[in-house]
């Protein structure tokens, strides 16, 4: 089996992002797409080559094979220098892999939740001329919308009708047999065949899988509804924004600090001295502003140790890790209180000044991810099981606008 990543849309509905990057090459939670696709074929047994289609952006794609390809099987760049369409660019690559492997064909613009199993699954699939992967029920970003019916013995379904854009009110569809292509399918070689016929047939300028071969290929296609995690087409801005909004809240889940918050109310509301607050970077901006909540919402005496000044003076004339540390030693007492914020929660200069609140009986807050250094030196952990630096300084936010609020409420 072989496999083809078909790559090589404009992407018009994407502009004015495709105008420096294709699409393949936008990433998701940091990823591109391409490598997504990529990474879990070459780790596939099943397939022996790896064929990418490039249209526009050539060189940025093949500057990003080369840094993905790890070498496991070929990967191989099929350059499109006029667009002919889905199924025109299949029809090429199979004369050019072989026509009597089966392709195992995804589209590029298609993110997959779990790639791996889902391609896995599909190379497994007893297949007459193909087999598409699909879900159930719509959602409202899915397009490829195919009604189907159950195969006798309960070996999948087969296809009915086939709509490639989103469903027409006036279309004549049973929307509780309706599901989504998902933009992955397995050909068999003798699909070879159907495509040549398709697209003898009107030789169009643009000979496209869904418009033109799906169609005629209705009743022998089988159809595989499958739950293992989703998928989603990146067709617009919108549904870029939309996955990576469900990606992001996904990742809040099971991200609740509220134990250890009620501890930091309590321990601040004992406080008789100053609040004092440190941090590095983006952390460094959630001390600021939760100081000024603390101060101007909650009537706290707070201070954020942010003086640039300050801090460079003691980082070039004694050392960058005993920054916060000697800047403390000056005037913080044992009635006030250190919060520190830290995403990795190993920050020298960050613990250094803990451990010498700790050491001379002050209060210590630290606000970092589960289980980091500063979550076990600090008196009072607020810890979050996350890793992503950018959602953890989110979560610092919410949280602390959170603690505002208690002691907002409870302000003298």
């Known amino acids: 089996m072989n496999a083809l990543i078909l790559d090589g849309a404009t992407g018009k509905r994407m502009k004015p992002i495709t105008n420096w990057i294709p699409k393949d090459l936008m990433r998701i939670d940091g990823i591109s797409l391409l490598q997504r696709h990529l990474d879990p074929l070459q780790k596939m047994n099943e397939v022996k080559t790896i064929l990418v289609t490039i249209h526009q952006h050539e060189e940025k794609v093949l500057k990003a094979i080369k840094s993905i390809d790890k070498q496991n099987k070929p990967i191989i760049s099929y350059i499109e220098t006029k667009l002919q369409g889905t199924a025109k660019a299949t029809l090429d690559v199979w004369k050019l892999l072989g026509k009597n492997e089966p392709l195992l064909v995804i589209y590029g613009d298609v993110f997959f939740d779990n790639p791996l199993r889902l391609f896995k699954s599909m190379a497994t699939q007893k297949t007459s001329e193909a087999s598409l992967l699909g879900y159930g029920p719509l959602k409202k970003y899915h397009s490829g919308i195919m009604q189907i019916s159950p195969l006798f013995g309960g070996s999948g379904y087969v296809v009915e009708k086939f709509i490639e854009g989103l469903p027409n009110p006036n279309l004549k569809l049973d929307l509780g047999r309706a599901v989504s292509h998902a933009g992955l399918l397995i050909l068999d070689p003798s699909a070879y065949k159907l495509l040549e016929i398709a697209y003898n047939k ?34 617009t801005i919108d549904q870029y924004c939309d996955l990576q909004e469900r990606i992001y809240n996904k990742k809040l889940k099971g991200t609740d600090a509220s134990k250890n918050l009620k501890e930091a109310f309590k321990a601040l509301l004992e406080v008789q001295g100053t609040i004092y607050l440190i941090g590095n970077g983006g952390s460094l901006l959630v001390a600021q502003h939760t100081a000024l909540d603390f101060v101007k919402a909650a009537n706290r005496r707070a201070i954020c140790l942010s003086d640039p000044a300050v801090i460079t003076a003691y980082a070039n004339d004694i050392t960058f890790q005993g920054t916060y540390k000697n800047c403390l030693k000056n005037f913080i007492q044992k009635e006030d209180v250190l919060i520190a914020f830290s995403a990795s929660g190993s920050s020298h200069n960050i613990l250094e000044a803990v451990e010498y609140c700790n050491n001379t009986e002050i209060n210590t807050i630290g606000v970092t991810s589960k289980s980091s250094p500063l979550a076990k030196i600090s008196k009072i952990a607020i810890e979050f099981e996350q890793s992503d630096p950018k959602i953890l300084e989110d979560l610092f936010s919410i949280t602390m606008h959170k603690l505002t609020r208690l002691l907002e409420d409870v302000k003298p």
């Open 202 to 235: 009107n030789k169009p300028n643009k000979f496209h899988l869904g418009e033109h071969f799906f169609p005629i290929a209705i009743e022998k296609i089988r159809f595989y509804v499958h739950n293992i995690g989703s998928h989603q087409d990146l067709g």
